[in-house]
């Protein structure tokens, strides 16, 4: 019998002592919760790559937030890999310059995004 209770103290969920796996696992399917009660950022931000000439070919990212959250999103292209970070209140939109001077007047633009607290 003490090896029974031990054994259901051990594995409750607010003990310190709960093995790290169950502790993830509990943490995991919160999470997960969260992310389905929301559409993916992906279906509410809409972007679009254009260009603009002056001495060379700038490269420029237009960002929409159509979430009902703020999002945070990376914008990366193929000419520029580094990511340039730009913030979102909801319906709020940005343009991201990620290029300056390309002598590439055509580019790929790339955004992912997260939501953010």
């Not at 001495?55 to 990376?74: E, F, I, K, R």
């Not at 000419?79 to 580019?107: C, D, H």
């Amino acid at each position: 019998m003490l090896r029974t209770f031990l054994m259901l103290w051990a594995l409750s969920p607010g003990n310190a002592f709960t093995p790290l796996a169950l502790q993830s696992a509990h943490i995991s399917a919160a999470e997960e919760l969260e992310e389905h009660a929301l559409p993916p950022p992906s279906t509410c931000v809409t972007f679009q790559g254009r260009v603009r000439y002056s001495l060379g070919y700038d490269h420029l990212v237009d960002v929409q937030n159509g979430c009902t959250q703020a999002v945070s999103c990376a914008v990366t292209t193929n000419v520029n890999p580094q990511p340039v970070t730009v913030n979102l209140k909801p319906t709020e939109s940005a343009t991201v310059v990620t290029f300056i001077g390309s002598p590439a007047r055509e580019f790929t633009p790339r955004v992912v995004c997260q939501y953010s607290p």
